[in-house]
């Protein structure tokens, strides 16, 4: 088989053999390339290389920073991007570490997590780090 071409992708030279390979080739770029976060969130990541930032890679930056300091319309995107239950999920693995008290009381409102458990997470972020000495 002869090969009609080839194409540099992310340092890696492809090699395509049939017209329908170009068109999986050119799909899978331009998936690769929309895989960032929405431009609405830039602000939230001032301090980060935006447009290497990535909802697959980044999940636990993302979720931290949209949960406590994110508009409703980010915490939106959020929730229809990974799901009630995984952020439910984040928050009970995580131990709602970077949260404040007050934000606390409102994702275990929002998600029925246990009282207890997050009663002792508002004692440890009301403890703050001088109470971790």
């Not at 636990?60 to 009630?84: E, P």
């Amino acid at each position: 088989m002869k090969w009609l071409g080839y194409v540099l992708h992310q340092d890696k030279m492809l090699l395509w053999w049939t017209p329908l390979s170009l068109i999986v080739l050119a799909y899978n770029c331009r998936m690769t390339a929309k895989s960032g976060l929405p431009e609405q969130l830039r602000p939230y990541f001032w301090d980060y290389t935006f447009s290497q930032l990535s909802i697959t890679k980044d999940k636990d930056l993302v979720i931290r920073r949209i949960l406590s300091n994110g508009s409703w319309d980010a915490v939106r995107w959020l929730r229809k991007k990974l799901g009630d239950q995984e952020l439910r999920e984040w928050l009970i693995v995580h131990g709602g570490r970077g949260l404040t008290a007050r934000q606390l009381r409102f994702w275990g409102l929002l998600y029925d997590l246990p009282a207890r458990q997050v009663n002792q997470w508002v004692k440890t972020a009301q403890a703050g780090v001088w109470g971790k000495r």
